[in-house]
Every structure is written in structure tokens, then in C-alpha cells.
């Protein structure tokens, strides 16, 4: 149900005077949901819909398509060529200086950027200055309920116990003369994926030695290495429970197949994890009434840990990521790296926490998830990886 009260208040605080959605074929999945629209649906033309900071909501639709928004409140225009179309949208942005959409100045936030430059420039063209909807969309789209926020813990605890059953796997299949591959390890995942009721839309992550220096390598049936005593395993694990408003979880530990993990290894990951409980305290250090943080922040605070250890160039990504009913929300990042996500970290929203440092030989991540509460800070996962797991220990 779209919730044009509490929007066109978010509007107004924002200092726009309308929220102008736009799309073609599907090409910006933020306005379905904000919308409450069906993803599935049928839009084969361009249309728009325009939130006033006051005021009647207008949609824009092609004849060919009179049935499309038909379910949002407002008034309906039909347009039959593009010159009517441009017509339609000079006539409904009247009074209307500063408008939103979603695009980001110089694409600074990639996943916002749903709204190609032509149509900016039509925009424009009518006397109009875009602004980017970087903060509505974080507002609307990855505030998360009591109903999310208890989806997200429940799958984050069943997480745990697949990945303590897949290292137990690992370890067994050593002791008893086995070489386990990567892709072998990935499919147990899965398994206990499907067993325990958790939903992926993509495989994780298994990656041992040098394969763990490549924060995105995922093994397959033709290219997968075997796991041996003394190797160093990476495991990268993300799902959530059935539902279209399920929130993911997402973790990722390491693993020493021996019974000792050497210095070296342990040296690694105890900067990775005082990067990575530096972050979290941080983030709850700011839960502070009227203390604001955005994502660059975070990233900037943990990324120091990592630098002052002499480890600068090693950490090659993101500090963490947003986490809502996608994998990678629409919210802010913790981000000055890729891009300087100068978004505010709001409350009721969860993100990725995981600095990594990729060696040639091996790579060390750590990353838990993290609720944002007015005041405090939750780390989902429990127990958070505190050494470098001896797979082999007795």
C-alpha cells in the first residue's frame, strides 16, 4: 500500500517539491516497490508518476497501456504520442522547481541511478532541477519492520548452525583420508539451505588459498580446487527465508584445515577483526540522540585500522553494504571507496560490516550484519568470529 501521507512529509523535509517516478520496462525496480507495484506487471511504455509536497499524486500512461498504475491515488493522464507526453509532464510539474528522482550526481550511488540521462535531460528541458532521491529511497525502501528485523535474526541463526555443519563436513571428510573440493562444500551448503528452509538466489562462496584473495571467486563443477590439511579456507554465506519481505542475512568466517593456525594467518585476521569491531563501535558510539553519521564515515574509520597496520593496498572494497529485501540494499553503504555514499545511516535499517585484507597467497574477510536502533546497535550472527577457526583442533 503506498504510504503517500508519510511520503510527501519525507518530501517536504527533503526541501523538493514533488518525487517524479519514472520507468520503462521495468528499468527501475525501486519505484515498484516503493509504489507498490507489481514487479511482475506487464509495462511494455514509458510512464510517470508524480508525488507533489502537497497535493494530488498524478500518473502519466500511455493509451496503449490505460490500465498501468490504476491502483495509486490521483488524478490520470493519457497520452497517445511523445509530444503529448512532453505536454502531460509540462502541465503536471508546474509549481514544481525541484523534483526528485532516482539518478545520482556523477553516479556517485550506483543502485540509485535507475533513470536513464535522456529522460533527465527531458526533465530538464521543462525548467526543472533534478535532484537525486538517494535519502526518499533510503527512507522508503530499507527501513525494516518488526516482522523484517525478526526474518533477518531467524536466518541469521540458522546460518550459524549450517556453517558449524559444513565445517564439521570439512573436518571429517579430512580425518577420514578425504579431499573435499570447494565445489563439493558449496553444494553442502545448499543442502542445508533447502534443510534448514533458507532461499539463495546465487551460490556462496568456498575459496581456499589463493582463491580467498579474489573477494568474489565462487567455485563450479569444472573449476574448483581440493581442500587439504594446512590449506586456509574462506567461506562466504548469504540467505534468507521465503517471502518477498524476508531480509537477508549474510556472514563470512575462515577456517585453518590443521590443528594450529599459523602466526602469519592469525597476525592477518587480528587486524581484520579490530577493523571490523572498530566499525561496530563506532556505529554505536553514533546511535547518540541528534548524532547523524553517513556511510563514508564508517568506511573511513574502519579502512584506518587496516592502514596503519601497513595493510592499505590489500583492502580493495567497501568497508560494508546495505542489507534490506535484496542482498545489496538500496541504503547507504559504508562506502569511501568505491563511491563517497555521503547517505545517512538510518535507524531500523541493517548493513554489512566485513574489511578484508587479499594477499596473494590468501585473503581474510570478516563480516557480520548489524540493526540500527535508535540507540543501540545490534550484531546479528552470534557468536561473531573472534580467531581463525583449526578446522583439525581436537
Same mark, same amino acid.
Given at each position: ?51 507533489? #509536497? ?5 500518473? =502519466?500512461?500511455? %493509451? &496503449?497501456?490505460? @490500465? /498501468? ?85 531467524? #536466518? ?5 548452525? =549450517?556453517?558449524? %555443519? &559444513?565445517?564439521? @563436513? /570439512? ?96 597476525? &592477518?585476521?587480528?587486524? /581484520? ?96 550484519? &548489524? ?24
Amino acid at each position: 500500500m503506498l504510504r503517500l501521507e508519510s511520503i510527501q512529509e519525507a518530501i517536504r523535509a527533503e526541501g523538493v517539491d514533488g518525487w517524479l517516478f519514472y520507468d520503462f520496462r521495468g528499468s527501475n525496480p525501486i519505484a515498484y516497490h516503493i509504489l507498490g507495484l507489481d514487479p511482475a506487471a506487464l509495462y511494455t511504455r514509458r510512464w510517470f508518476y508524480f508525488i507533489p #509536497a502537497t497535493g494530488i499524486p498524478t500518473r =502519466i500512461i500511455s %493509451a &496503449v497501456e490505460p @490500465h /498501468v498504475l490504476s491502483e495509486l491515488p490521483g488524478a490520470c493522464q493519457i497520452f497517445r504520442d511523445w509530444r503529448e507526453m512532453q505536454d502531460l509532464l509540462h502541465t503536471t510539474l508546474v509549481g514544481a522547481e525541484r523534483v526528485a528522482m532516482e539518478y545520482s550526481p556523477n553516479s556517485a550511488i550506483p543502485v540509485v541511478s535507475r533513470v536513464d540521462a535522456g529522460t533527465l535531460e527531458l526533465i530538464r528541458s521543462l525548467g526543472k532541477e533534478v535532484v537525486s532521491s538517494a535519502n526518499l529511497v533510503a527512507a522508503f525502501d530499507v527501513r525494516l519492520t518488526r516482522e523484517q528485523i525478526a526474518s533477518h535474526r531467524e #536466518a541469521g541463526r540458522r546460518l550459524m548452525i =549450517i556453517k558449524d %555443519a &559444513v565445517f564439521a @563436513h /570439512v573436518r571429517n571428510r579430512i580425518l577420514t583420508g578425504g579431499e573435499p573440493t570447494e565445489y563439493e562444500v558449496q553444494q553442502r551448503f545448499l543442502d542445508l539451505f533447502r534443510e534448514h528452509g533458507l532461499i539463495t538466489d546465487e551460490p556462496p562462496i568456498v575459496a581456499v588459498n589463493e582463491h580467498s584473495s579474489d573477494p568474489h571467486y565462487v567455485p563450479s563443477a569444472t573449476q574448483s580446487s581440493s581442500i587439504r590439511r594446512g590449506d586456509f579456507l574462506l567461506v562466504d554465506f548469504f540467505a534468507k527465508l521465503p517471502g518477498p519481505d524476508a531480509i537477508w542475512a549474510d556472514y563470512t568466517w575462515v577456517a585453518y584445515v590443521d590443528r594450529v593456525v599459523p602466526q602469519h594467518h592469525a597476525r &592477518v585476521f587480528e587486524i /581484520v577483526r579490530s577493523a571490523r569491531d572498530r566499525g561496530i563501535a563506532y556505529l554505536d558510539e553514533a546511535r547518540r540522540p541528534g548524532k547523524q553519521i553517513q556511510g563514508w564515515q564508517v568506511d573511513d574509520v574502519v579502512r584506518q585500522v587496516i592502514y596503519e597496520a601497513g595493510y592499505a593496498r590489500w583492502f580493495i572494497h567497501r568497508t560494508g553494504h546495505s542489507i534490506a529485501r535484496e542482498l545489496h540494499g538500496n541504503g547507504a553503504n559504508l562506502d569511501n571507496l568505491e563511491t563517497h555514499d555521503e547517505r545517512e545511516l538510518l535507524d531500523y535499517t541493517c548493513c554489512s560490516v566485513e574489511p578484508g585484507i587479499y594477499l596473494p597467497e590468501f585473503g581474510v574477510r570478516s563480516e557480520v550484519n &548489524v540493526i540500527l536502533f535508535p540507540e543501540r546497535v545490534e550484531v546479528t550472527g552470534a557468536p561473531i568470529q573472534e580467531e581463525i577457526v583449526p578446522l583439525l583442533a581436537e
